[in-house]
């Protein structure tokens, strides 16, 4: 029973991070570059990509969220001129999500402020104190 306390006490832990870490994410981004995490998340991907797009359902699995909510946030990041949409050409279904010139420039404005947020939140996190008996 100790130990499931204590595993209960650290995913606590482990949530309350999170919490303040997506909080202080959410204030710096959003005062300083007026991005939401969920936004600065989207351009930070797509940054990333060999080419700057993804395909919507590629997004939404590496941002972790629903179809629907990405599609408001992409809404929202088109009407501010920081993505497109394309559709893809060999698959007329598919839709593309490309990062435009003006958010990729608003990417490379916010990246100094996502990072040292996460450095100042992160090293903060303390370790697991030994080592977790695999889950069966």
Not at 7 to 19: E, H, S, T
Not at 23 to 37: I, M, N, Q, S
Not at 45 to 72: I, N
């Amino acid at each position: 029973m100790e130990d499931d306390r204590e595993v209960v006490r650290w995913w606590r832990d482990l949530m309350a991070q999170k919490a303040m870490t997506w909080c202080a994410l959410e204030r710096e981004l959003g005062e300083k570059h007026d991005l939401g995490v969920s936004d600065f998340e989207v351009l930070d991907h797509m940054a990333e990509s060999e080419h700057g797009q993804y395909r919507v359902q590629e997004l939404a699995d590496a941002v972790h969220l629903s179809q629907s909510a990405l599609s408001r946030l992409i809404s929202r990041l088109e009407k501010a001129g920081l993505v497109c949409r394309n559709m893809c050409l060999d698959d007329r279904r598919g839709v593309f999500v490309q990062i435009t010139s003006a958010g990729l420039e608003r990417h490379r404005q916010a990246l100094p402020t996502h990072r040292a947020v996460l450095a100042a939140s992160l090293s903060r996190i303390q370790t697991w104190p030994r080592d977790p008996t695999p889950i069966r």
